[in-house]
Structure formats: C-alpha cells, structure tokens
C-alpha cells in the first residue's frame, strides 16, 4: 500500500515530493509537505529551502529526495553540511539541521576513569585495520533502526578505498571491542558511527582521535545531529547551523596533512599526549 502512495505521489509532480506518511520509517521521523526531488546533476537547494514540516531526530529538516549514493554526491553533500539517511527499498532522503554537536580537538573531556585507563594502556588503538568490522559493529549495535543498509555499507567501504573514511579501532586481547568511523577533509572529520562491546572503549577511541588530532591541528570532530549524553560527557557541544557551515567551509579547505592513517597512532604516546594537551591548554588536573 505505501509503495502506492508513493508511486502516485511522485508521478504528480516530478519535482516534489508531497503527502503525509506517518511513522513511515520510524518513529522518529514524520513526513508532511513537499521537497525538492534531486535529478541526476550534482545539486542540492539551499538549506534555507528545508522543509520544517518534515523532521529527524532533534532538529534534522528534509532538504531533498532522490538521487544516489555516489562517492561523488556523498562528498559533495557531507563537503556542503547535508546527510542522507535511507532504509532498504526505500528512497534515498537528504537532511539539513538547525544544529549540530561538535567537538573541538583542544576541548576534549577526560574523566578520572578515562584517566587511569589511558595512564595503565588498557586497550591497543588502530586506524583502517578492520574498516568493515568496525560498520558492521555499528549496524550491529542498533537493534530498531540503523542507517547503514547493505546499501550505505557498501558505499561506506567504496569511500573507504577512495581514502575518505578511515576507522579507528580498539582492540583487548586481540579482539575488536570498539570502533568508531567518519568522514576526513581537510582540518574536519565526521564521525558517522561508532560501537562498544566493553565499558569505556568507545570513549578510548574518541578522546584518542580527538587528542591525536589536536596534535595535528584539526578544527572539528563533526559528532553530527543527535547531542548524547555520552558525546557531551566527552566535552562535545551544541553550534547552530550557520556556525557550523562557516566552521565547516574554513576547515575543509585547509590542507591535508595525514598522509598516511594507517600510521596515525604508530609509536604514539597516548598517556604523554594527554599530558601535552592539558599543559597546552591551561589545566591544572585532570576532573
């Protein structure tokens, strides 16, 4: 029945999507209005033209529907602030949002417990090791919902082997624990997803990358649309639209400098490099 509407729908009116779905993929989403159909061109509208009325999560906006999962368009709409999400036989949907949550590298939050599992080295750290391991985990972990259809994990892996998303990987005992993967242009990285099979591990990976990277001066780990607590715990943040698109446009045009990630955490002192960051920034301990 749904297949219907929606094939009746799109065949009135070729540009726009319009009707009313409710609960069409989620509870979370609610689809009421129009938005503009994306062509074969490599173009999304204005994300002032979003619609208000269609809505993700705690402020995603439908921005656009259609088009394809390209490497090409993915980069060209994560490079411009705007995500898709889609669900198995379903259309491809592309979202902007009124907010995003951030973490800037030199603000990074270290707790007491998070202290004395880096001071006693409790997990082994890798980057681009176990990509696919590491976005099945994530699919893994979210039992009702999960953006990453076979589709999207595909795409991912194709992204992968272009060199623009990389994985970091936690590892104890030599098994895979926790894992996060994202998105690297420039001084910016997206963190798309991440997992956990152990307390803490997953927190390992973020403050790891996020002192790592505030070595090499990057602006911005993107942690995208949805402000957790877990994420705000680490010292993330909530920015505005237009403050994250101009954050967005001075980073992504600042030069490369990981040539290699494979090598990022290679003969790294984690424990000396939290030491480093808290002289660098002015803390006297670490809460």
């Known amino acids: 029945m749904l297949k219907k509407i929606k094939f009746l729908l799109i065949t009135m009116d070729k540009r726009f999507f319009k009707g009313i779905f409710k609960a069409f993929y989620t509870r979370h989403l609610q689809y009421r209005g129009k938005a503009y159909c994306l062509t074969n061109e490599l173009y999304f509208p204005p994300h002032t033209s979003s619609n208000k009325n269609i809505r993700i999560g705690p ?3 439908l921005l656009a529907i259609g088009g394809d999962l390209t490497p090409e368009r993915i980069i060209y709409a ?3 602030g705007i ?4 669900l198995i036989n379903q259309p491809i949907l592309w979202w902007t949002s009124e907010i995003r949550c951030v973490l800037f590298p030199d603000q990074v939050h270290i707790s007491k417990v998070m202290w004395r599992l880096i001071k006693h080295n409790s997990f082994y750290l890798t980057v681009d090791r176990a990509f696919i391991d590491v976005v099945n985990g994530c699919t893994e972990s979210r039992e009702n919902y999960t953006w990453l259809t076979p589709e999207r994990r595909k795409s991912c892996c194709v992204l992968h082997d272009l060199g623009y998303k990389h994985s970091i990987e936690v590892w104890y005992n030599k098994k895979l624990v926790a894992g996060l993967f994202g998105f ?3 001084s910016y990285f997206h963190i798309s997803s991440m997992f956990t099979r152990i307390n803490h591990a997953s927190k390992f990976a973020m403050i790891a990358l996020a002192i790592r990277l505030e070595e090499l001066n990057y602006a911005i780990l993107d942690c995208g649309t949805w402000p957790t607590d877990h994420l705000k715990s680490m010292g993330a943040v909530i920015i505005d639209r237009d403050q994250f698109l101009e954050l967005l446009d001075q980073s992504i045009k600042a030069p490369e400098v990981i040539e ?3 090598s990022l955490f290679e003969d790294w002192d984690f424990c000396q490099a939290v030491k480093n960051h808290f002289v660098k920034n002015k803390h006297d301990t670490i809460s």
């Open 59 to 61: 402020a995603g906006e």
């Open 78 to 80: 994560f490079k411009n």
């Open 83 to 86: 995500y898709p999400s889609s």
């Open 184 to 186: 690297a242009f420039g």
């Open 260 to 262: 290699d990630w494979e």
